[in-house]
């Protein structure tokens, strides 16, 4: 008998709890040459603002041991080109979509979010890494007030979606984000955005980054994205998505076993445009290996015999 | 478009430089003057991302591709440690490669490893029997690579070093101020960003009707989806990111900002 | 001429940039195999509290990606046998000490600091990561009070010794922390300590480590550290010994340009047991080959052309 | 204590299992019975850091040093794949050895891969003119590895497999209790935790005047400065927590704390 994969996350049917992490496989048809989109769990889209943006000066992109810092500085093409162009042909394909919103004030989150709805995304993640201008620049998600605002405004125009509050793990302390942005109205939590970094060259004396710092990704900093999913977990008990260095079906049974129900690939892809293809694929073998009939099953295993 | 591909040949060619022959049928068959690779240098999470290389050439009735590149940091250092045999994941062919016209009198200007992409362009506008001018530049004589096989493309060759041990001395910058740029129909330009951006202002000057340029920046997916390898392109409406990736990494002269 | 490598931090003088990271060299002895303990800047020895400490149980290690997880818990033998024992040996040395001050109580760090201070310590570093014990575990770094109250303390029984802040970058922004340390009486900053981290074995599926969460150090962190780094120059400018995946010349460099006058080396000692002994000495050839005739021009040279 | 050596030869001795001889004069000079390494198995930042292999025996008329393994996991993997000739980073010898008396009778108990030490171990007792007998358990009689060179050494070996292919069917604890453990003056054992485990029981009802084990832990730097390696002792004050790298590998049986 092959093992269930289908997931529900808060409301969400998922076919198997392997998805996308925004900003990583752009509006997922970039990835098609390599993948079938309607055999993943769903697709989260690059955030989205509500007018295009050109992003950050180059170079955006270098790479770190075992990781990566970007600095792309949400370029994209507005939540208008979103939902005409990007949304049917998504729909088209039968797969499930999460669109990630951004903005730089809480206004702009609210009508981003609500475009999207409307337009019958699967449900909103909110970026919440986003400088909020309002506060010079100050991330919304370690702004407890700004946590609270812009969750509880998307919240209200999402309709019975379920909406994902994306955090970092930098500024406040995560499990007190989470519970903010939960009481706001958040179903669940992305866990974990990049966390801040800086790359010099020694040769010219400058920063790498073209905007001086970038948001570090990659298998390096998966030991604190499984903290912070572990601490969530037990102290909230919230539905998540996991996410941070995922690059092996070994990599989303932690995930999934510290209390993630959904894991995200995001600069795994990089390495293998395949890659979310082949753990959807091969969770099955994993899992029979293993003697689990349903994934489920696993969801915070690594708990038990830890006080909860 | 995704390739575990075996290591026919590795060569050193010039002082850190090599040439290496990967058996990919699929992708010789394919791939177009212009496009690219991406190369996974290490099957450990360290060096991580895939390493951008032109396609040099391909052979297609041996199912080979070439690839030519310089040694400048770990991932092209790890390339360089693998012997015939090995193993390698590729990822392409990737990106727009240049406009090949069938009919026309062309000039190619390359600097440095510039001649990687460059070598494979040259081969198909003779392969059409077009007439084409080679002006080359690199830091001596024994930097200056696939000079055989170029003359035996039957190219108009012009060389240049920056020690004068072949050709010209100084950039190819500098040789082709002097000597002037041929009529063309096209002129196509790969190497080091300054000479590119000081080619781009003598294109200008000198009217040349269409300039094709390829660029490199550093890359995440290499295939459209981050926006990592961001260039600035003068857009209809202003100043605009593109991607090297997947708008080029061919992009005509004119339009590229150089910041 | 030889490049300068002499660089004075906070009054303290050192003979070249490098030094140890508290933990990871334990009392200097250990490494005498290997290193000339008089060629390097200085040595950082292992947080002592006032009594002996067993730490946690075990496994208290496991490698990630470019990086590993540690939760040794502190196991030290003690104010007494520190000073002692190990304290006449290292002036034998004629090496200079920076002793790494921790505790569970405000009090406890002034009574460790104190002893270490009449023992003749050349400086003082205070691990501010260690649990509350009177705020339920939370880090005295992440509360300004006890960052606060536990620097003031030490500062008071430390004469006139340079006493550095050793801060993570979790819990507060980083600055704000400095800021605070240094109104309280740091004379500098040590930046980083480890980011918080968690492993799964899946197959037993718990988590690796004994004590489930531990310490992420090693080249996968070197781009948060230099990130702090970088910040804490820019906007206090406060002396700042840097740390953080260090394995090799060009990494210290990374972080003398962004504002670190020492470098320490931490897990990069495990990696290559005479890393701090070939960095020193590489230094001398690094910069010539560069031209810089002293290493000081270097310090914060990556923020000339940013606003600072 | 630190160095770059170089591959003499590498084969493959069973399943996933592999012995390798490097060239260490100095190490192979200094080695006592029970000591280790901490090889590095890459020259990337991943992985990361060094791993602990004991050393299974030395040639000291030719420089050699010999290493048993078998691979379970990247650092494994990654040095199986080494070809002769490429060079590896090691630090040693490492911790201390077993207490090898000039005279007596000696019980040598292994599990696995612990015969890695041991073997070494028998060597010099028997070297000696010491009595040895040698139990010995393995999965399968293909796991089994070094038994000619155990019979070459003129030692009563008794062997035990999981299925009776060789020997005892069962484990190497199962047949020391069938067999009873022979008067000897020190027992000395390596293998998985679980059996050191059951073993430790044994030797103490058994009334076995010292038993020495060797013990394993994930290690940070091998050399006793990290307390990475911590196993639970018990001391004159109650428990403590003991460095494999550097109060061990090797302890007496009786002292060490089970969790
Ligand atoms: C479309 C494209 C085609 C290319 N074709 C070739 C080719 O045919 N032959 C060839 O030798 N090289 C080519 N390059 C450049 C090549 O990708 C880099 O030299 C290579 O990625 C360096 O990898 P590394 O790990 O050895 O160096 P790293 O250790 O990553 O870096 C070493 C140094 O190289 C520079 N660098 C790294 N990546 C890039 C990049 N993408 N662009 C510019 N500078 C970079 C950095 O300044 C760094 O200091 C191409 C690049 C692009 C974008
Ligand atoms: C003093 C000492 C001597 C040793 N001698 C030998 C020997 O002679 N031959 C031999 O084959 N092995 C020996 N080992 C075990 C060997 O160190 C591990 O098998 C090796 O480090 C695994 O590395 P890896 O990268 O292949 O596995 P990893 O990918 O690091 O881990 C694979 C699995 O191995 C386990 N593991 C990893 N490291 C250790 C460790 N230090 N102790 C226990 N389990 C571990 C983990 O559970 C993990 O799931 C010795 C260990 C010690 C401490
Ligand atoms: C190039 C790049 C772009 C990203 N863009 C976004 C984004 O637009 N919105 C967002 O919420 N996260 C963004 N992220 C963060 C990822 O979604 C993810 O949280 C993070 O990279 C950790 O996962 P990974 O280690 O698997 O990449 C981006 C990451 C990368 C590498
Ligand atoms: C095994 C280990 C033990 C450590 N113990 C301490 C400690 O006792 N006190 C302290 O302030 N930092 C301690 N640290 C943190 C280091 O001093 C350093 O801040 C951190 O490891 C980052 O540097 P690195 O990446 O070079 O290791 C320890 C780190 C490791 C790996
Ligand atoms: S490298 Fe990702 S868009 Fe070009
Ligand atoms: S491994 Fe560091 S003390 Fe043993």
Same mark, same amino acid.
């Given at each position: 008998?092959?093992?269930?994969?289908?997931?529900?996350?808060?409301?969400?049917?998922?076919?198997?709890?392997?998805?996308?992490?925004?900003?990583?496989?752009?509006?997922?048809?970039?990835?098609?040459?390599?993948?079938n989109?309607a055999?993943?769990?769903?697709v989260?889209?690059? #955030?989205?603002?509500?007018?295009?943006?050109?992003?950050?000066?180059?170079?955006?992109?270098?790479?770190?041991?075992?990781g990566?810092?970007n600095?792309?500085?949400?370029q994209?093409?507005?939540?208008?080109?979103?939902?005409?162009?990007?949304?049917?042909?998504?729909?088209r394909?039968?797969?499930?979509?999460?669109?990630?919103?951004?903005g730089?004030?809480?206004?702009e989150?609210?009508?981003?979010?609500?475009?999207?709805?409307?337009?019958?995304?699967?449900?909103?993640?909110?970026?919440?890494?986003?400088p909020?201008?309002?506060?010079?620049?100050?991330?919304?998600?370690s702004?407890?007030?700004?946590?609270?605002?812009?969750t509880?405004?998307?919240?209200?125009?999402?309709g019975?979606?379920?909406v994902?509050?994306?955090?970092?793990?930098?500024?406040?302390?995560?499990?007190?984000t989470?519970?903010?942005?939960?009481?706001?109205?958040?179903?669940?939590?992305?866990?974990?955005?990049?966390?801040?970094?800086?790359?010099?060259?020694?040769?010219?004396?400058?920063?790498v980054?073209?905007?001086?710092?970038?948001?570090?990704?990659?298998?390096?900093i998966?030991?604190?994205?499984?903290?912070?999913?572990?601490?969530?977990?037990?102290?909230?008990?919230l539905?998540?998505?996991?996410m941070?260095?995922?690059? #092996?079906?070994?990599?989303?049974?932690e995930?999934?076993?510290?209390?993630?129900?959904a894991v995200?690939?995001?600069?795994?892809?990089?390495?293998?445009?395949? *890659?979310?293809?082949?753990l959807?694929?091969?969770?099955?073998?994993?899992?029979?290996?293993?003697?689990?009939?349903?994934?489920?099953?696993?969801?915070?295993?690594?708990?038990?015999?830890?006080e909860? | 478009?995704?390739?575990?591909?075996?290591?026919?040949?590795?060569?050193?060619?010039?002082t850190?430089?090599y040439?290496?022959?990967i058996?990919a049928?699929?992708?010789?068959?394919?791939?177009?003057?212009?496009?690219?690779?991406?190369?996974?240098?290490?099957?450990?999470?360290?060096?991580l991302?895939r390493?951008? *290389?032109?396609?040099?050439?391909?052979?297609?009735?041996?199912?080979l591709?070439?690839i030519?590149?310089?040694?400048?940091?770990?991932?092209? #250092?790890?390339?360089?440690?693998?012997?015939?045999?090995?193993?390698?994941?590729?990822?392409?062919p990737?990106g727009?490669g240049?406009?090949?016209? #069938?009919?026309?009198?062309?000039?190619?200007?390359?600097?440095?490893?510039?001649?990687?992409?460059?070598?494979?362009?040259?081969?198909?506008?003779?392969?059409?029997?077009?007439?084409?001018?080679?002006f080359?530049?690199?830091?001596?004589?024994?930097?200056?690579?696939?000079?055989?096989? *170029?003359?035996?493309l039957?190219?108009?060759?012009?060389?240049?070093?920056?020690?004068?041990?072949?050709g010209?001395?100084?950039?190819?910058?500098?040789?082709?101020r002097?000597?002037?740029?041929?009529?063309?129909?096209?002129?196509?330009?790969?190497?080091?960003?300054?000479?590119?951006?000081?080619?781009?202002?003598?294109?200008?000057?000198?009217?040349?009707p269409?300039a094709?340029?390829?660029?490199?920046?550093?890359?995440?997916?290499g295939?459209?989806?981050?926006r990592?390898?961001?260039?600035?392109?003068a857009g209809?409406?202003?100043?605009?990111?593109?991607?090297?990736?997947?708008?080029?990494?061919?992009?005509?002269?004119?339009?590229?900002i150089?910041?």
């Amino acid at each position: 008998m092959r093992p269930v994969l289908e997931v529900e996350i808060a409301g969400l049917k998922l076919k198997n709890p392997i998805v996308t992490a925004s900003g990583t496989f752009g509006f997922g048809l970039e990835y098609e040459p390599f993948v079938n989109l309607a055999a993943l769990g769903g697709v989260v889209l690059k #955030s989205v603002t509500l007018n295009p943006r050109q992003g950050n000066p180059p170079p955006r992109i270098t790479e770190t041991p075992a990781g990566m810092l970007n600095s792309i500085g949400l370029q994209n093409p507005g939540v208008t080109e979103v939902v005409e162009h990007f949304l049917p042909e998504l729909k088209r394909r039968r797969v499930k979509v999460i669109a990630s919103v951004a903005g730089e004030t809480a206004e702009e989150y609210e009508l981003v979010a609500g475009r999207l709805a409307q337009a019958g995304v699967d449900a909103i993640e909110i970026n919440l890494s986003c400088p909020n201008v309002s506060r010079g620049g100050m991330a919304f998600g370690s702004d407890m007030e700004a946590v609270r605002s812009v969750t509880g405004r998307v919240r209200a125009v999402s309709g019975g979606l379920p909406v994902f509050a994306k955090l970092g793990v930098l500024g406040k302390d995560v499990v007190e984000t989470a519970r903010t942005a939960a009481a706001a109205g958040a179903d669940g939590v992305s866990l974990i955005n990049t966390l801040p970094g800086l790359a010099v060259d020694p040769k010219s004396r400058r920063p790498v980054l073209g905007n001086v710092t970038g948001g570090l990704s990659g298998p390096a900093i998966k030991p604190v994205a499984l903290w912070a999913v572990w601490r969530v977990y037990k102290e909230l008990g919230l539905p998540i998505i996991g996410m941070g260095g995922v690059t #092996s079906i070994q990599d989303v049974l932690e995930f999934i076993m510290c209390g993630a129900t959904a894991v995200a690939v995001g600069t795994g892809n990089f390495v293998n445009p395949r *890659l979310t293809m082949e753990l959807a694929g091969g969770l099955d073998q994993a899992l029979s290996l293993e003697g689990v009939q349903d994934i489920k099953e696993l969801i915070g295993a690594a708990h038990l015999g830890s006080e909860r | 478009m995704i390739y575990d591909v075996e290591i026919v040949t590795q060569r050193k060619v010039a002082t850190d430089c090599y040439r290496l022959d990967i058996y990919a049928p699929e992708v010789a068959a394919a791939a177009q003057p212009g496009q690219f690779l991406m190369v996974k240098t290490s099957f450990t999470l360290d060096p991580l991302l895939r390493r951008p *290389l032109s396609i040099n050439t391909v052979d297609r009735t041996r199912g080979l591709v070439k690839i030519l590149y310089r040694v400048v940091g770990r991932g092209t #250092s790890l390339m360089a440690g693998k012997k015939l045999g090995r193993r390698l994941s590729i990822l392409g062919p990737l990106g727009n490669g240049f406009t090949v016209p #069938s009919k026309g009198n062309f000039v190619v200007v390359a600097g440095g490893l510039g001649i990687a992409p460059l070598f494979f362009l040259v081969q198909r506008l003779r392969a059409l029997g077009n007439e084409v001018a080679v002006f080359y530049g690199a830091q001596n004589r024994f930097q200056l690579l696939l000079i055989e096989e *170029l003359n035996n493309l039957r190219v108009n060759l012009f060389t240049a070093t920056n020690n004068g041990s072949s050709g010209h001395k100084g950039t190819v910058v500098d040789l082709l101020r002097v000597q002037g740029i041929p009529p063309a129909e096209i002129v196509y330009a790969a190497g080091p960003p300054p000479m590119l951006r000081a080619l781009s202002g003598l294109f200008r000057e000198a009217g040349v009707p269409r300039a094709e340029i390829t660029l490199e920046e550093r890359m995440g997916c290499g295939v459209g989806a981050c926006r990592g390898c961001a260039v600035r392109i003068a857009g209809e409406e202003g100043p605009v990111y593109k991607r090297v990736c997947a708008d080029g990494p061919v992009f005509r002269a004119e339009e590229v900002i150089w910041e």
